[in-house]
């Protein structure tokens, strides 16, 4: 199989691995005691996925304070972070509805001051923005990490890991500059060779 095929076809799998997930939350389980200590079966529905499928369906183990802003209802971003030892994928949540998110006995005094701004300073960012910065962030992390794991087992014969990693940043730096459509199709992979 042509090298360029190859990496074609990584990078699409690659991509379905970094897509964040839009879910909501469906069931907040009972506090558990378990082997790596208490915790709480949470289900998210994924969005994307037909209403009631199987495949809608993410499980998650999660500690009682990673629940804590957690409610049935919410909606949230699960954002691919690696897998576990058994090859399941770990997922960073980023909430997205703070509608739903605090407590019903929250008061006025939990809520952290304003940060003051100078009256020349731009405009902060909204929390949308914040949101889908901080997922663009996890997606290059994890673009990075796939590029560099890829060189590392493509050219494991350079003894310094620093050629690794420059290698690795400049193939991770050819990907961005790719038009999405004609870098990831095994057929236009193809079509450049001829």
Same mark, same amino acid.
């Given at each position: 199989?042509?090298?360029?095929?190859?990496?074609?076809?990584?990078?699409? %799998?690659? !991509?379905?691995?970094?897509? $964040?997930?839009?879910?909501?939350?469906?069931?907040?389980?009972? @506090?558990?005691?378990? *082997?790596?200590?208490?915790?709480?079966?949470?289900?998210?529905?994924?969005?994307?996925?037909?209403?009631?499928?199987?495949?809608?369906?993410?499980?998650?183990?999660?500690?009682?304070?990673?629940?804590?802003?957690?409610?049935?209802?919410?909606?949230?971003?699960?954002?691919?972070?690696?897998?576990?030892?058994?090859?399941?994928?770990?997922?960073?949540?980023?909430?997205?509805?703070?509608?739903?998110?605090?407590?019903?006995? %929250?008061? !006025?005094?939990?809520?952290? $001051?304003?940060?003051?701004?100078?009256?020349?300073?731009?405009? @902060?960012?909204?929390? *949308?923005?914040?949101?889908?910065?901080?997922?663009?962030?996890?997606?290059?992390?994890?673009?990075?990490?796939?590029?560099?794991?890829?060189?590392?087992?493509?050219?494991?014969?350079?003894?310094?890991?620093?050629?690794?990693?420059?290698?690795?940043?400049?193939?991770?730096?050819?990907?961005?500059?790719?038009?999405?459509?004609?870098?990831?199709?095994?057929?236009?992979?193809?079509?450049?060779?001829?």
């Amino acid at each position: 199989m042509p090298l360029l095929v190859h990496l074609n076809q990584e990078l699409l %799998a690659m !991509a379905k691995v970094v897509s $964040p997930i839009s879910a909501k939350v469906e069931v907040v389980g009972k @506090l558990k005691d378990g *082997d790596y200590g208490p915790y709480r079966s949470v289900l998210f529905l994924d969005q994307s996925q037909p209403e009631g499928s199987e495949a809608a369906k993410i499980w998650k183990s999660l500690s009682d304070e990673e629940t804590k802003p957690l409610r049935k209802g919410v909606i949230v971003q699960l954002i691919p972070a690696g897998s576990d030892k058994n090859g399941n994928v770990k997922h960073n949540i980023v909430l997205l509805d703070t509608q739903n998110t605090s407590p019903p006995t %929250a008061s !006025a005094s939990t809520t952290p $001051p304003a940060i003051p701004q100078r009256p020349d300073a731009p405009p @902060l960012w909204t929390d *949308d923005q914040k949101r889908q910065l901080s997922a663009a962030v996890c997606d290059h992390a994890d673009l990075f990490r796939f590029c560099l794991e890829t060189v590392k087992g493509k050219i494991n014969d350079l003894a310094d890991h620093r050629d690794h990693r420059a290698i690795a940043t400049t193939v991770y730096l050819q990907v961005l500059r790719q038009e999405p459509t004609a870098a990831i199709t095994p057929e236009n992979a193809l079509k450049s060779q001829e």
